[in-house]
């Protein structure tokens, strides 16, 4: 697509409940990231994929958080048994990858578990 | 431990005149510095980058400072447009050939006409 695309836009959540936000990278964009950003706050790693390289999980805040690209494309972001304190816009992003500046980001899904 | 620092989260300037955002970072590893600006409920899109390299990246009416030394760098806007109003977002990136970013919280940029 010309964009990266996320979906839900929105999603209210029950505390305790799972969630699943998508990712559409850019058509032929190698590497893809997570961000989030929660209120008054800057944007927050999550993690990285880069090609068929074992993803970068450094930034993900709990093991209840994963995430998975399929065929080098579509990424899947689950929280799992959320928390209040996972509320937050989540982010993702694509790029050329190594070497190639600048990414290009989603609009984000807004999270919020009430 | 914020690597990267946006110590003023808002700045106001009338339509005409230079905007200065200022970024601080701790990291001397940090090979790439980018700034991004976002709209409300827009993710945020690439303005200006500058290598570790250099010292001056300019595009229009965009300037990108970096003093090594200092480890600072600055975002200048010349002259400041009411469509510049955004959140501008300081990020650096790890020069360990990591492509993950570090995100400074940003500061709200608003231009007077």
Known sequence: GAGVSQSPSNKVTEKGKDVELRCDPISGHTALYWYRQSLGQGLEFLIYFQGNSAPDKSGLPSDRFSAERTGGSVSTLTIQRTQQEDSAVYLCASSLGTGSYGYTFGSGTRLTVV | ?113
């Not at chain 2, 109003?85 to 990020?91: H, L, R, T």
């Open chain 2, 1 to 113: 431990d914020q690597q990267v620092k946006q110590n003023s989260p808002s700045l106001s300037v009338q339509e005409g005149r230079i905007s200065i955002l200022n970024c601080d970072y701790t990291n001397s590893m940090f090979d790439y510095f980018l700034w991004y600006k976002k709209y409300p409920a827009e993710g945020p899109t690439f303005l200006i980058s500058i290598s570790s390299i250099k010292d001056k990246n300019e595009d229009g009416r965009f300037t990108v400072f970096l003093n090594k030394s200092a480890k600072h760098l600055s975002l200048h806007i010349v002259p400041s447009q009411p469509g510049d109003s955004a959140v501008y977002f300081c990020a650096a990136r790890d020069g360990g050939g990591s492509e993950k970013l570090v995100f400074g919280k940003g500061t709200k940029l608003t231009v007077n006409p």
